[in-house]
């Protein structure tokens, strides 16, 4: 199966038919708006993305398959490339250029498919939308046809992409035809990436502070510190722990609770930040201050080393896996020491494409080779590392520039 050839509708529907009974059991599904219900194709869903099963959960409510641009990455797995090539998903390789893609959305076009894409290129964090990837824009004006905004709220409460464990509580969709064919034509890609941010900026705890929804699950708490690694309290990174639905510093003992609204209760005092969002966004402004700072050297260098494996594709075959070893930190690079006594070495200024497959792979291009490092043991941070590096790239280009300049 094909882009061209739209999968069996009696298999889709069948597979539609139970992804729904189970999400549906799992959570309150309420949509609010669906205005792709009299729409024919083509035309494009642009949606915010949240949750492992936005692809699923979208397409439970849309009259034709969608054919959503996914990860290229996913394409390496034999299994999935079979399942993603029948429902004629448009492989991208993540933050870097893909004229296949191009291609590909062109093809879907033409032969009056449903394409689905997620402008953030990732599932955001925190709940709120990420900066969108801007070749979305150019992607827009060049395919015009219609346009719809869809918004997920309450699918990063379920499941935030830190957790494990799914909480079950509201989760509300809209499905807004925006633009129609044409729409775009005398607008710049600036302007057209201006137009969709505002659309589909979505702030999750913003939304949950008016309705106040409970979000029920099990130990609320664990593994929030695969996105929160710097303590509020004392500011060392690296010395946060969840167990349950507590959440503590081991170096000053600084505990919180997380509640099933999604926010925290004072355990020792004082709150700092009610939600994970906010801390969240105080840290990476911390870690940007602090980074390169030689008085924090230390601190940060104790802070970034896990017990990691490595992993390379080449010639767009599945990974193999090179070794376990050690990751380790310093101001312009990371190094991994095998276990097999091979060394690594990666040069931020030379890492591309970096992004986080699911919340424990991290992905690179690193001199026209594709590694993924993989956070094996659960408590482990991919973001953290994801952070650090971006925010030692930006730092760099800064510096540089001020050179020149």
């Known amino acids: 199966m094909s882009i061209e050839n739209k999968p069996n509708m009696r298999i889709i529907n069948m597979l539609l038919f139970f992804i729904r009974f189970f999400t549906r059991r799992r ?17 494009i869903i642009l949606s915010n993305h949240v ?19 996914a990860a290229e990455p996913l394409f390496r797995n ?25 291609r590909g959305v062109l093809k879907a076009k033409k032969h009056n498919r449903v394409i689905g894409i997620f ?35 309450g699918g990063h409460l379920t499941h935030p992409r830190w957790a494990d464990q799914h909480r079950k509580g509201l989760i ?12 775009f034509t005398n607008d710049s890609p600036d302007v057209i990436n201006q137009k969709l941010t505002e659309a589909l900026y979505h702030n999750e705890m913003e939304w949950q502070s008016e309705i106040a929804g409970e979000y029920q699950g099990k130990n609320l708490a664990n593994y929030l510190e695969r996105l929160l690694f710097v303590c509020p309290h004392c500011r060392i990174p690296g010395q946060l722990h969840s167990h349950d ?11 919180v609770r997380y509640t099933s609204l999604g ?21 990476l402004e911390f870690l940007k201050e602090t980074l390169l700072d030689p008085n924090w050297q230390q601190n940060w260098n104790e802070a970034m080393q896990d017990h990691v494996k490595l992993f390379l594709s080449e010639d767009n075959k599945p990974f193999r896996l090179v070794s376990k070893g050690d990751l380790e930190w310093n101001n312009t690079t990371i190094t991994f020491n095998g276990d097999n006594e091979e060394q690594h070495a990666f040069a931020f200024r030379d890492m591309e494409g970096i992004n986080i497959q699911f919340h424990h792979k991290l992905d690179f291009f690193y001199e026209n080779q594709f590694y993924r490092i993989v956070f094996y043991q659960p408590d482990t941070s991919a973001y953290k590392w994801l952070m650090a590096i971006k925010t030692a790239q930006e730092l760099e280009s800064k510096q540089s520039d001020e050179v020149i300049s």
């Open 27 to 43: 959570s309150k599904i309420v949509i609010e708006r669906n205005d792709t219900l009299h729409m024919k194709p083509p035309y």
């Open 51 to 69: 949750n492992n099963w936005d692809p699923l959960i979208l397409n439970s409510y849309v009259n034709e398959p969608i054919s959503f641009i």
């Open 78 to 102: 034999p299994f999935l490339k079979r399942i993603l090539n029948y429902v004629g998903a448009i492989p991208k390789m993540k933050f870097k250029n893909d004229t296949s893609t191009i």
């Open 119 to 153: 402008p953030e290129g990732n599932r955001n964090w925190d709940g709120d939308t990420e900066p969108l990837i801007y070749s979305t824009a150019k992607l827009v004006k060049l395919l015009d046809i219609p346009v719809i905004i869809t918004t997920i709220r």
């Open 172 to 183: 509300s969709i809209s499905y807004k035809k925006v633009w129609d064919q044409g729409a």
């Open 245 to 255: 639905d507590l959440f503590e510093c081991r170096s000053c003992d600084y505990t």
């Open 263 to 283: 926010t925290f209760e004072q355990v020792t005092p004082p709150i700092y930040y009610s939600t994970p969002r906010d801390w969240n966004k105080w840290q």
